[in-house]
Nanobody, 130 residues
């Protein structure tokens, strides 16, 4: 049973930074492409960032490009989301997700659709005050 546990959320002032972590267990982390999504109050969950199994490929929603950085440490079976220059519009519950793809052809692939992910964490709240 694959389990994803997010941490690192909290309250921060506008312009500040947070680093989210997502620790995986119960699966083979190197076969997971990883992603971060978020859901703001009253809105649908949206894609934020993704990273390939290799870690060499990343993909971001336009609104966070240049401010957020996704990375992974396969030895620590953890994926990170470094968030800088936060603004109130970034306030949301942030979810970590894993897409299990075992073939070598998926080694550099990233995914930004929710339906492409197989496993989800419980979410961590990020609140940015103005």
């Amino acid at each position: 049973q694959v389990r994803l546990v997010e941490s690192g959320g909290g309250l921060v002032q506008a312009g500040g930074s947070l680093r989210l972590s997502c620790a995986a267990s119960g699966g083979t982390f190197s076969t997971f492409a990883m992603g971060w999504f978020r859901q703001a109050p009253g809105k649908e969950r949206e894609f934020v960032a993704a990273i390939s199994r290799s870690g060499a490929a990343t993909y971001y929603v336009d609104s966070v490009k240049g401010r957020f950085t996704i990375s992974r440490n396969n030895a620590k079976i953890t994926v990170y989301l470094q968030m800088n220059s936060l603004n109130p519009e970034d306030t949301a519950v942030y979810y970590c997700a894993a897409a299990e793809r075992r073939g070598l052809e998926y080694y550099y692939a990233t995914y930004h659709n929710q339906g492409e992910y197989d496993y989800w964490g419980q979410g961590t709240q990020v609140t940015v005050s103005s």
